[in-house]
């Protein structure tokens, strides 16, 4: 009972920084592109639980970030580098990943209805229990992708370039 206590804490908290000074001035940083520059060395990449809905993150470097269960609705993901990165229990309604590398990627959870990975390559991207629903596919390269219990209802999936679940 004490860890899950302490689990709800640590959620709050999570939350809640994101209303800080601090917590507005790395959103602002990520919006304007300062935070997602291949060159940058100083580069804070833990954004869990943060409300982004609408951003455009397009032709960004995302590699390793951390997005888990935040709120990215309609964001715009068109050919970014997302290489490795966490996005496990996030919203991601709508958003955009066309022509996305988003490899090696931790996606487990994710509500990904309505997306578009029109030729986004998700190989070896963990998509256990995410919802796919009316999501577009076309073209999108899925292998080695860890699925189970994949909700793909009204899914697009034609001509996909490889789909071997493991």
Same mark, same amino acid.
């Given at each position: 009972?004490?860890?899950?206590?302490?689990?709800?804490?640590?959620?709050?908290?999570?939350?809640?920084?994101? +209303?800080?000074? /601090?917590?507005?001035?790395?959103? /602002?940083?990520?919006?304007?592109?300062?935070?997602?520059?291949?060159?940058?060395?100083?580069?804070?990449?833990?954004?869990?639980?943060? &409300?982004? /809905?609408?951003? &455009?993150?397009?032709?960004?470097?995302?590699?390793?970030?951390?997005?888990?269960?935040?709120?990215?609705?309609?964001?715009?993901?068109?050919?970014?580098?997302?290489?490795?990165?966490?996005?496990?229990?996030?919203?991601? /309604? +709508?958003?955009?990943?066309?022509?996305?590398? =988003?490899?090696?990627?931790?996606? +487990?959870?994710? &509500?990904?209805?309505?997306?578009?990975?029109?030729?986004?390559?998700?190989?070896?991207?963990?998509?256990?229990?995410?919802?796919?629903?009316?999501?577009?596919?076309?073209?999108?390269?899925?292998?080695?992708?860890?699925?189970?219990?994949?909700? =793909? +209802?009204?899914?697009?999936?034609?001509?996909?370039? =490889?789909?071997?679940?493991?």
């Amino acid at each position: 009972m004490a860890s899950r206590f302490k689990r709800l804490t640590r959620r709050k908290k999570l939350r809640k920084r994101w +209303k800080t000074p /601090q917590g507005r001035k790395l959103i /602002q940083q990520l919006k304007s592109g300062e935070l997602t520059k291949k060159s940058s060395t100083n580069r804070h990449t833990d954004f869990r639980k943060a &409300d982004l /809905q609408n951003i &455009d993150l397009h032709n960004t470097h995302l590699e390793n970030f951390d997005f888990s269960e935040a709120n990215l609705k309609h964001a715009n993901f068109e050919a970014a580098d997302m290489s490795g990165i966490r996005l496990s229990g996030a919203n991601l /309604q +709508k958003a955009n990943f066309a022509g996305a590398i =988003v490899r090696h990627a931790n996606l +487990k959870g994710a &509500d990904l209805s309505e997306a578009c990975f029109r030729e986004a390559d998700l190989s070896n991207s963990d998509l256990r229990y995410a919802a796919l629903r009316k999501a577009n596919l076309k073209k999108a390269t899925l292998e080695k992708c860890t699925i189970l219990t994949l909700d =793909v +209802k009204h899914g697009y999936f034609s001509k996909p370039r =490889v789909f071997r679940p493991i």
